[in-house]
């Protein structure tokens, strides 16, 4: 009798487990994947805000050689992650207690409203004041992201049509130094300067961000849809004279985070102005990405494409090539994820193709080999991420923007699935 019920039990239980399992086979992520980060995510952060707290005006970004956390001041391009992390954490958690701790970080960085020494303003102001505003609709943060975006017009040059990056760049054969360098990082910085046009009617801002998205498509982007890291202009002619890199492996090859860069730039561009050619290049480098033969299957990138292939050679004053590991850098991958969730969702995109490609990154860095076990990686959630190979710095670390864009791909997935289901 019993045999004969297990005969009976046994076909139907099977018949239902492969008929779910088409459903897990293209969807890796589910609810309780994006809580379980999350919740790590709370677990990891309450350690590091203790860190964190021992100074007032440090913010937290990696770990030193030895495991300790290392901070940085205000006006590194990188201190608007930690309070953009709590606002994404309260985002997914809803808990008072991380949204205090974010308004409390965030309104730290208000002198930067006024900063105009380097174009990272966008991240450091957008990724904290934009989403405290976004979040709490506060007059007060409008008026300072207003006040921001100015700073940031002020290194515009309507001669070259770009804003200056840096203020000056020396090239790793140790030859030449610029004075107007664009990076495709730049990019990321246009988002302030939209914002800034949407809330006063101004339409300057988003006037320059256009004219330097332009910019970038015809000197930054090759015909395959890869990029320069770095393009030096003449601020007397607006002539290009070098395309070099200074984070990736070679000045001919691709770095990651640089093309991650782009794919997202891109994406935002095209949501913030509708221009169809922002949205050809947003895919084309995101194509260039995932069908990459170098990129390996769990869709983490190595730091750079072509780092140690033939034909490509390191200029002679880069550590790059003391360095014969082919490191992956979780950072590129997790901004990949954010961007490619977004691109999904336009028209007129393979947007299963870009869904499909941020689900499998997303499952990759929820698993043990990029997320940390709670108690570890020094309160960061993520593993495995490069700053700069070519300077030999942040190595194989976590990176604070690395969650950063984790954090806002989850909860653009959330958002996605909820308005699809
Ligand atoms: N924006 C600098 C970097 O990606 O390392």
Not at 10 to 34: N, Q, R
Not at 156 to 182: E, H, L, M, T
């Amino acid at each position: 009798m019993k045999q004969k019920i297990l005969a009976i039990i046994f076909p139907l239980c099977l018949v239902g487990a492969l008929s779910l399992m088409p459903l897990f086979a293209c969807t890796p992520v589910d609810k309780t994947l994006l809580t379980e980060n999350f919740d790590i995510a709370r677990i990891q952060y309450r350690y590091l805000l203790n860190e964190g707290s021992r100074t007032d005006t440090l913010f937290p970004r990696t770990l030193d050689d030895s495991g300790k956390l290392k901070l940085t001041d205000k006006y590194e391009w990188t201190s608007g992650f930690f309070p953009g992390c709590l606002w994404y954490m309260y985002d997914g958690l809803k808990d008072d207690s991380i949204k205090n701790e974010a308004i409390k970080w965030t309104e730290k960085l208000e002198s930067l409203k006024d900063f105009t020494e380097h174009h990272d303003l966008g991240f450091m102001m957008y990724c904290s004041y934009g989403n405290a505003y976004r979040v709490t609709g506060n007059p007060n943060y409008k008026n300072i992201l207003v006040e921001a975006a100015k700073s940031l017009s002020s290194r515009f040059d309507p001669k070259v049509g770009s804003i200056k990056s840096w203020n000056r760049f020396g090239s790793w054969d140790g030859k030449n130094r610029y004075d107007f360098p664009v990076i495709i990082d730049n990019m990321m910085n246009l988002e302030l300067l939209f914002f800034a046009s949407k809330v006063t009617g101004d339409p300057y801002f988003k006037n320059i961000a256009v004219k330097h998205a332009e910019n970038v498509m015809k000197n930054q982007i090759r015909e395959d849809y890869s990029c320069h890291h770095v393009v030096c202009y003449d601020p007397q002619t607006g002539a290009v004279l070098s395309k070099e890199t200074s984070q990736g492996y070679a000045n001919n090859s691709t770095w990651a985070r640089g093309q991650s860069w782009g794919i997202y730039g891109f994406t935002m561009s095209y949501r913030e102005t509708g221009d169809k050619r922002f949205l050809n290049t947003a895919k084309k480098m995101a194509d260039f990405y995932i069908d990459n033969e170098n990129l390996p299957s769990d869709f983490v990138a190595y730091w750079d494409f072509n780092a140690n292939e033939k034909g490509y050679t390191p200029s002679v004053k880069s550590k790059a090539k003391q360095t014969p590991t082919k490191y992956r850098d979780v950072s590129a991958a997790a901004v990949t994820a954010s961007a490619l969730l977004e691109l999904s969702t336009f028209k007129g995109v393979d947007g299963t193709k870009y869904r499909e490609a941020a689900e499998k990154i997303i499952a990759s860095l929820s698993s043990p080999a990029y997320r940390a076990k709670t108690g570890t990686n020094g309160g960061f959630l993520l593993k495995h991420s490069v700053g700069s190979i070519a300077h030999g710095v942040e190595i194989d670390v976590p990176l604070v923007y690395a969650d950063y864009y984790f954090l806002e791909a989850l909860n653009r997935y959330s958002a996605i699935t909820n308005r699809t289901n």
